[in-house]
């Protein structure tokens, strides 16, 4: 290793990780290092507002502040981007204590918030279109396999957060007014849909045989298996295809599906 790499990754270390500088970062140059710390630190959490806006609203600009230099010590940056910063956070406040996380279901606020991101910044793919199922034989819609847009998202939560969601992400505390008065999250364990359509994220709530239904299209099942596990949900297996016909027209208005 060369001296000039042995300094460049001295000074990661003491930058990121607060290691002791050796040789020549050691001395004054030392103290000076502390303004490079701040400032590193500083950035990352910045980002971590950026990634996780309606969450910071939740907690308040202190409280956020607080958890996210708890997660940068915890947690420290390994990405080359800055925009991965932070993926872990929903599982670390998930095991941090009150004084961090308040109420359990700001657990699910990160989770919605990094699920919307990723969900933005997911690769583009051609949408699958009604007029190429129209031209499906009926004996080529048992072997069918429909395949999910790279932007679909499915988040397990444990409360029904997404009124307190709208709410806030809706709200502009930049305009001076106060934090609205917010619908208390319950428990409701549940999946959210997340995905992108014409360069705008959306998410909805799923009900039971949807979700269903799309963990099967996830696993490759063909539509028969849908319609064998859409009439294991309902049970009903005449209700079974007119229900994922149903499912499958709104997953292609929707362009949950790629070609």
Do not use: K
């Amino acid at each position: 290793m060369s001296v000039t790499l042995q300094q460049q990754q001295q000074l990661a270390a003491a930058i990121r990780d607060g290691a002791e500088p050796a040789g020549l970062l050691a001395g004054d140059f030392a103290l000076g290092l502390e303004v490079y710390r701040h400032a590193y630190r500083a950035r990352l959490v910045a980002a971590l507002t950026d990634n996780y806006t309606v969450l910071g609203r939740a907690l308040g600009d202190a409280a956020f502040e607080a958890l996210g230099r708890a997660y940068l010590d915890a947690r420290p940056s390994r990405h080359p981007s800055i925009r991965w910063f932070g993926h872990e956070l929903a599982a670390f406040m998930a095991e941090a204590g009150d004084d961090l996380v308040p109420h359990a279901s700001l657990v699910d606020f990160a989770t919605m918030d990094w699920a919307l991101r990723g969900a933005f910044d997911a690769a583009e793919a051609p949408v699958l279109e009604m007029a190429t199922l129209a031209a499906l034989g009926p004996d080529d819609w048992a072997s069918l396999v429909l395949h999910l847009h790279p932007s679909v998202q499915r988040v397990a939560l444990a409360y029904a957060i997404e009124p307190a969601w709208r709410v806030l992400r809706e709200w502009e505390p930049e305009s001076g007014t106060d934090q609205p008065e917010l619908p208390e999250p319950v428990p409701h364990p549940h999946t959210l849909l997340v995905w992108r359509q014409f360069g705008e994220t959306h998410w909805r709530s799923l009900e039971p045989l949807e979700a269903a239904l799309l963990q099967a299209v996830a696993d490759q099942a063909p539509f028969a298996l849908l319609c064998e596990r859409a009439a294991a949900e309902l049970g009903d297996a005449e209700a079974a295809a007119p229900a994922v016909i149903v499912a499958l027209q709104r997953w292609l208005s929707d362009g949950l599906l790629r070609a």
